[in-house]
Structure formats: C-alpha cells, structure tokens
C-alpha cells in the first residue's frame, strides 16, 4: 500500500526529527492508510546488521506487540530503537541484562523482586516527604527574579529526588546519578558533545555505584529498599549486577521520563491557558494521565519478531525489528475522542505513555503519577502567574521526546 505522503527516506527514528518535533500529522497518515508500515534504513545505521524496522502507529496494534512477548522479543535486539551507527554489537547485547530488554521467564523473575519496591505501601511512605520536597522545589524556584529554566530549577528535581528517596541515595550524591543518567541518553545532541563512549561510561559509573550500594547492604542490613532487593531473607533477591542493572534502569526511567513529562506538561499548560485556570480552580485527579498522553516521554520503543507473523495487514519475517510508536498510539482517534486537544478531564484515558500493556508496562507508574500532581499543585499554590518566556529548546534523540530548556518567568 501506498502512502503518498509521506517522503521517500523518512524516518522515524531520525534524531534531527524529533528535535523539532514529534511527527504526528506523519503518524495520522500513517495510521489512515499503512498502520504498520517498513521504514528502510541504510544498513546499520541503527547500530544493528539489517536495513530497517517497521513502523507500528496505531493504538490496537502497539497494545498487540506489547502483550505478545512470545512473538516480540525485546531481548533479542533490546527495546532501543535506535543506536549510534558506530556501536558495537557486544555493547548493545551487554544491554540485555536490563529488566527493559528481558523477556519471559528471567523478565518475570527480576520483575517479581523488583517490584517489591514499588508496593502501594512503599508508594505512600514516599509521599509526605516528596510532597514537602516538591513544595521546597517550587519555593526555591518562585525566589528567583526574572525568567529562569523549568527544566533545570524544577522539573529535574523531584524525579530525582524520588528515585533517590526510594533506593536511599545520600543527599550529596545524588547529583552524580542526574549527571550519569543526563550523559547516558544525550549522545544524539551535539551540543552535549559526548559520544557513546562517555555514556557507556556514565552507565558503568551508576552501576558500579549501585553494585557497592548492594554489596554493603548485604553486609549491613537496613530498612531500606537495597536490604529489600538484594539482602532480605526472602526466597529470591537480586544480585549485585542485577540490582546495579535495575538502578540504570531507574536512573532513565524514574528520572529522565518524568522530567520531561513534568516540563512537557507545564509547556501545555502555559500554551493552554484554559486549562491552567482550570487546574489551579478545581485540581482534577485525571490531569497527570492526561500529561503523561500528551507528553509521550519515550517516543518509541522496538521489538523483534521471533516468528514470521502478520500485523496489521503487513507480513513480518523473523527477525524484523518492530517500533512501536506510543506517541501515535496516544493520538488515535479510534480511541481518544478529539486527540489533538490538551483536555486534563480526559476520561477514560487508556494512553500507552508507560507502555502498551503485557510484561514491560511500567513499574513505576503509581510513583510517577504521584510526583506528577504533587509538582502542579506546588506550581499551582505558589506560582500560579507562571509564564512562557521563550519557546522550549528540544533534545535532538532517536527516542525520547525531551526538552533540555524551557524558560518561564513570573515577571
């Protein structure tokens, strides 16, 4: 099938796109007239040995591939969608040991354990503190004169501090895990300069970092979430390489998403007036899914076919490598009505922001959301005059949707 508008050798991974924008009126095309659609790449420029990947944009099908991890393996390729050309395959296989790039049955066991820490009870132990550190967040930002950064002054600080407070990072370290995690996904941004080599280093810093954190806990026992995992006397806990792979883990998925989300929904909010004066008026408890919708932190994430299979009227060989796009998912108009529209009463709200469901759906969602309204309703009780300064400056990536600045001002 044809699909004339979009360009020959366009591509959805390319990071010089999603540094302008996220491509929805090439997703709705998509979606109308070749759902699950092969994009070719020339050979290897994703860091893997083929010639590209099929593009799956609808909400149906992106749920379909996320529940079937017996045809879609997020081991064999991992769930990254897109490396550096110059990458080499052993560092992209050292990064199945990740709970993002497993499969059932090993996928199922490190979850099992992992997700003791994510307990309702452990949710709500967290709360009142981040709650008074979101308050705190908000205060030290309101004391500035002038325009300042969202991104650096507020939206960093509470996942950050949250994926501290749950593995019990000292204060004076915890700059060093938003250093790491910053140089591990920003390789694709020149202006960063740093190359896959430093990021790799930075992961090796984290996880020898979280590999100590282990070792000492088993050693010395605490009331914390480490004992927990690695050195409770519960039948099955974590290793020190799994548990420093679990806080990699961690350091992008607790830390990078939920920035972005938190400045991509204060943009939102401050490019939709309407809506800022009805959170700051009545505080719906659906505002955070639907920023979360909006936002779409993770562009996409891959899976390989482990059979020949069809999708979506496209036949997929074994081996294809498949992206599923949630931020097209997240504007089908087969499921949310106006999709288009920022609207934070959205019920129901069944977006695929932290995954399409199945084995990899998001561990830290109940945390997320948690951090997400307790940084409006800061925003919203001391800084309700916030402004738009200038136009956000965007990450150039292959897969996040980021924002490195966003200037706002109360002046």
Same mark, same amino acid.
């Given at each position: 099938?044809?699909?004339?508008?979009?360009?020959?050798?366009?591509?959805?991974?390319? +990071?010089?796109?999603?540094?302008?924008?996220?491509?929805?009126?090439?997703?709705?095309?998509?979606?109308?007239? %070749?759902?699950?659609r092969? $994009?070719?790449?020339?050979?290897?420029?994703?860091?893997?040995?083929?010639?590209? &990947?099929?593009?799956?944009?609808?909400?149906?099908?992106?749920? &379909?591939v996320?529940?079937?991890?017996?045809?879609?393996?997020?081991?064999?390729?991992t769930?990254? $969608? /897109?490396?550096?050309?110059?990458i080499?395959?052993?560092?992209?296989?050292?990064?199945?040991?990740?709970l993002?790039?497993?499969?059932?049955?090993?996928?199922? /066991?490190?979850?099992?354990i992992? #997700?003791?820490?994510?307990?309702?009870?452990?949710?709500?132990a967290? *709360?009142?503190?981040?709650?008074?550190?979101?308050?705190?967040?908000?205060?030290?930002?309101?004391?500035?004169?002038?325009?300042?950064?969202?991104?650096?002054?507020?939206?960093? *600080?509470? +996942?950050?501090?949250?994926?501290?407070?749950?593995?019990?990072? +000292? #204060?004076e370290d915890?700059a060093?895990i938003?250093?790491?995690?910053?140089?591990m $996904?920003?390789y694709?941004?020149? %202006? &960063?300069?740093?190359?896959?080599?430093?990021?790799? *280093?930075?992961a090796?810093e984290?996880?020898?970092?979280?590999?100590?954190?282990? !070792?000492?806990? @088993?050693?010395c026992?605490?009331?914390?979430?480490?004992?927990?995992?690695?050195?409770a %006397?519960? *039948?099955?806990?974590?290793?020190?390489?799994?548990?420093?792979?679990?806080?990699?883990?961690?350091?992008?998925?607790?830390?990078?998403?939920?920035?972005?989300? $938190?400045?991509?929904?204060?943009? !939102?909010?401050?490019?939709?007036p309407?809506?800022?004066?009805?959170? @700051?008026?009545?505080?719906?408890?659906t505002?955070?899914?639907?920023?979360?919708?909006?936002?779409?932190?993770v562009?996409?994430?891959?899976?390989?076919?482990?059979?020949?299979?069809?999708?979506?009227?496209?036949?997929?060989? @074994?081996?294809?490598?498949v992206?599923?796009? &949630?931020?097209?998912?997240?504007?089908?108009?087969?499921?949310?009505?106006?999709?288009?529209?920022?609207?934070?009463?959205?019920?129901?709200?069944?977006?695929?922001?932290?995954g399409?469901?199945? +084995?990899?759906?998001?561990?830290?969602?109940?945390?997320?959301?948690?951090?997400?309204?307790?940084?409006?309703?800061?925003?919203?009780?001391?800084?309700?005059?916030? /402004?738009?300064?200038?136009?956000?400056?965007?990450?150039?990536?292959?897969?996040?949707?980021?924002? @490195?600045?966003? #200037?706002?001002?109360?002046?």
């Amino acid at each position: 099938m044809h699909c004339p508008a979009l360009p020959d050798g366009f591509d959805f991974t390319d +990071p010089d796109l999603l540094h302008h924008r996220v491509p929805l009126p090439e997703f709705a095309e998509l979606r109308r007239t %070749e759902p699950v659609r092969w $994009i070719p790449q020339p050979h290897g420029l994703a860091g893997f040995a083929d010639t590209g &990947y099929w593009a799956v944009t609808r909400h149906a099908d992106v749920r &379909y591939v996320s529940t079937h991890p017996e045809l879609f393996s997020s081991t064999l390729n991992t769930a990254i $969608i /897109r490396f550096n050309e110059h990458i080499e395959r052993d560092a992209i296989d050292a990064q199945r040991l990740i709970l993002l790039n497993m499969d059932p049955p090993e996928h199922t /066991r490190v979850r099992q354990i992992v #997700q003791r820490g994510f307990t309702p009870r452990s949710i709500r132990a967290l *709360e009142e503190r981040l709650r008074a550190r979101a308050e705190a967040i908000v205060a030290g930002a309101r004391a500035r004169s002038g325009a300042f950064d969202f991104v650096t002054e507020v939206a960093c *600080e509470l +996942p950050l501090q949250a994926v501290a407070e749950l593995i019990g990072v +000292p #204060q004076e370290d915890r700059a060093k895990i938003f250093d790491w995690s910053n140089r591990m $996904i920003a390789y694709d941004d020149p %202006e &960063y300069a740093i190359t896959e080599e430093v990021g790799a *280093e930075s992961a090796a810093e984290i996880i020898a970092y979280a590999m100590n954190m282990a !070792a000492e806990r @088993k050693q010395c026992p605490a009331h914390d979430i480490v004992t927990t995992l690695v050195a409770a %006397e519960d *039948e099955g806990n974590l290793n020190s390489d799994e548990f420093g792979f679990f806080v990699l883990m961690l350091a992008v998925a607790g830390n990078e998403t939920t920035r972005n989300a $938190i400045t991509h929904g204060m943009h !939102a909010f401050l490019t939709h007036p309407g809506q800022w004066e009805l959170f @700051k008026r009545e505080r719906p408890g659906t505002t955070a899914e639907e920023i979360v919708r909006w936002a779409t932190p993770v562009n996409a994430f891959q899976r390989t076919a482990t059979r020949d299979t069809e999708l979506g009227g496209a036949r997929i060989r @074994k081996g294809d490598r498949v992206g599923l796009f &949630y931020a097209s998912a997240n504007h089908d108009p087969e499921v949310f009505t106006d999709p288009d529209a920022f609207d934070i009463t959205r019920d129901p709200n069944p977006h695929l922001g932290f995954g399409g469901g199945g +084995p990899h759906y998001c561990l830290g969602k109940s945390l997320a959301i948690l951090e997400i309204d307790l940084i409006f309703n800061a925003l919203a009780d001391a800084m309700p005059e916030l /402004r738009l300064a200038e136009a956000p400056r965007r990450l150039r990536s292959a897969w996040i949707n980021g924002v @490195k600045e966003l #200037q706002v001002t109360t002046g």
